[in-house]
């Protein structure tokens, strides 16, 4: 999928907004997010402009999964893998979604405490 020219996800991944970059490949990209939640809060993206989790079906096994394999890698990385960690992926405005990017956040290190309801 093209690149979204309004998407500052896109953006990062095309080097028009500078990223602490942690990991990328052809796939997906992690880097730090600018407004952490935890002490480690990495945003784990696809390359490719995907909006929500509603905009892929089951060719995209593969990219969800990959996501997940990235970011569990990089929570060991971290060195956060043994006290825990948390992965999220917000779907729409009533999860708190605030950029039109896929995205899955890495949190972690310290007690994250439980979900909001």
């Known amino acids: 999928?093209?690149?979204?020219?309004?998407?500052i996800f896109c953006k990062i991944v095309q080097g028009e907004i500078p990223?602490?970059?942690?990991?990328t490949d052809d796939r997906v990209i992690a880097f730090e997010d600018i407004s952490p939640s935890a002490p480690v809060h990495l945003v784990v993206i696809p390359v490719d402009h995907v909006t929500f989790l509603t905009g892929l079906d089951e060719s995209s096994?593969?990219?969800?999964?990959h996501m997940t394999l990235v970011a569990?890698?990089?929570?060991?990385?971290q060195?956060?893998?043994?006290?825990?960690?948390?992965?999220?992926?917000n779907q729409?405005?009533?999860?708190?979604?605030?950029v039109d990017h896929l995205h899955m956040h890495l949190l972690g290190g310290r007690p994250l405490g439980g979900l909001a309801t």
Do not use: H
């Open 72 to 77: 569990a890698n990089l929570a060991v990385e």
């Open 92 to 98: 729409g405005t009533d999860a708190g979604q605030m």
């Open 79 to 89: 060195g956060i893998n043994d006290s825990g960690y948390r992965l999220v992926i």
């Open 61 to 65: 096994e593969a990219l969800i999964g």
């Open 1 to 7: 999928m093209a690149p979204d020219p309004d998407c």
């Open 19 to 23: 990223s602490t970059t942690l990991y």
